[in-house]
């Protein structure tokens, strides 16, 4: 069967032939000037939303000065939410009310924070269910982050992330595979080069997965 293709909408197919609306490839079902999303990234729900930009990331506006990035092959799981900047109110003076939202004056009125910085998350990381991911974030490839995890700040390349506030509870590989992981980047090959060596990718064989 032939891998489907990165703007599939729905990839994956149920015994009776139909689509499962429950899991999307994002780059296919999201179309938002403040989200870049790699190719074959996925999302899942049980109660698959109309809007799958305003399920995971809420307070991303068309208007936003903020950015959400997602790399490639990443996999997001149900009730996974990325709250970004656009999110937050000022809270370096007296109070943190946001009144500018009532009184029509929008994002130039004077209780706007100033605006905050992108989110980005690498390649190949996998978000278990209700993770959530807080403005400003930088995960690293092949993280893989707790179901119910609270993240933020920078979190390193294939580290495994539990808890609220979330810690790196491990790392998966040793630096030196971690570099040689990085640097042959498999989700930057061509799709059938992928699918045809798949064992090579989810297997542990460094020196399979270098000879390719």
Known sequence: MQFPSSDTRHPVMLPDG???NGTVFLSAAISHPRMDIGAYTYASAFEPPDDW?????PYLFDFSPETLRIGRFCQIADGVQFITASANHRYDGF????FMIFTGAGPAGPSMPE???DTTIGH???IGQGGRILPGSTIGNGVI???GAVISGTIPDYAIVGGNPGRVIRMRFDPETIKTLNEIAWWNWDIDKIV?????????DLEALLAL
């Open 145 to 147: 982050i707790g179901a």
């Open 53 to 57: 930009a305003g399920r995971l990331a």
């Open 18 to 20: 139909s689509p499962h």
């Open 95 to 98: 109070s943190s009310f946001p």
């Open 196 to 204: 045809a060596n798949e064992v090579a990718i989810v297997g542990s």
């Open 115 to 117: 605006p905050g910085p």
């Open 124 to 126: 190949d990381v996998w």
